[in-house]
T-cell receptor, first 114, second 117 residues
Framework: AQSVTQLGSHVSVSEGALVLLRCNYS??????LFWYVQYPNQGLQLLLK??????LVKGINGFEAEFKKSETSFHLTKPSAHMSDAAEYFC????????????FGSGTRLLVRP | DTAVSQTPKYLVTQMGNDKSIKCEQN?????MYWYKQDSKKFLKIMFS???????INETVPNRFSPKSPDKAHLNLHINSLELGDSAVYFC????????????????FGPGTRLTVL
């Protein structure tokens, strides 16, 4: 069965520091991969997605993620954290066949210290 | 204009009651979803409709019944509410249903926080 694991339910960084949020998937065939962000009391919003050949994907707000097949990973990074990045981040996967659904990870809460 | 809207935003009710949550999208999308987010922020698909046809029905109790009167609307009716139904319910939409895997962006509504007392 396909699944997605996010390591670390909470990540705390200082403003201006590197952000690294981890996501690993388990699937014999590399799935489509997504990162969504949820700000407090709001719905989810797409940050970026891996659905084609380019393994380094750039998203909104300066975030990017790299698909690494050998490591079955799709970690999210941002060079310099901003206070406004504080939110819950979800990694999600979709199988490359008749799936119709996204499987979400358990989420990582990003805290940004001034 | 709000792309995906839900009403109500908050819903507080007693056990055993029946309630409905409404969802509308003005994006012209063909596919709509209902998700449940529990108190630990875990997000799980409940239902999906494509062109008013049900295509995903996860292991959800029969007390939950989605209804799609047209492509722009997907409502969720819940009978005999239980304490465990307390959660935030999100509606979402996308253009494509993902027959060969989901690649389309899903657009989420602001959520409806349901509290069952």
């Amino acid at each position: 069965a396909q699944s997605v694991t996010q390591l670390g339910s909470h990540v705390s960084v200082s403003e201006g520091a590197l952000v690294l949020l981890r996501c690993n998937y388990s699937s014999s065939v590399p799935p489509y991969l997504f990162w969504y962000v949820q700000y407090p009391n709001q719905g989810l919003q797409l940050l970026l997605k891996y659905t084609s050949a380019a393994t380094l994907v750039k998203g909104i707000n300066g975030f990017e993620a790299e698909f690494k097949k050998s490591e079955t990973s799709f970690h999210l990074t941002k060079p310099s954290a901003h206070m406004s990045d504080a939110a819950e981040y979800f990694c999600a996967v979709s199988r490359r066949d008749s799936s119709y659904k996204l499987i979400f990870g358990s989420g990582t809460r990003l805290l940004v210290r001034p | 204009d709000t792309a995906v809207s839900q009403t109500p935003k908050y819903l507080v009710t007693q056990m055993g009651n029946d309630k409905s949550i409404k969802c509308e999208q003005n994006l012209g999308h063909d596919t709509m979803y209902w998700y449940k987010q529990d108190s630990k922020k875990f997000l799980k698909i409940m239902f999906s409709y494509n062109n008013k046809e049900l295509i995903i029905n996860e292991t959800v109790p029969n007390r939950f019944s989605p209804k799609s009167p047209d492509k722009a609307h997907l409502n969720l009716h819940i009978n005999s509410l239980e304490l465990g139904d307390s959660a935030v319910y999100f509606c979402a939409s996308s253009q494509d249903a993902g027959l060969a895997g989901i690649t389309d962006t899903q657009y989420f509504g602001p959520g409806t926080r349901l509290t069952v007392l």
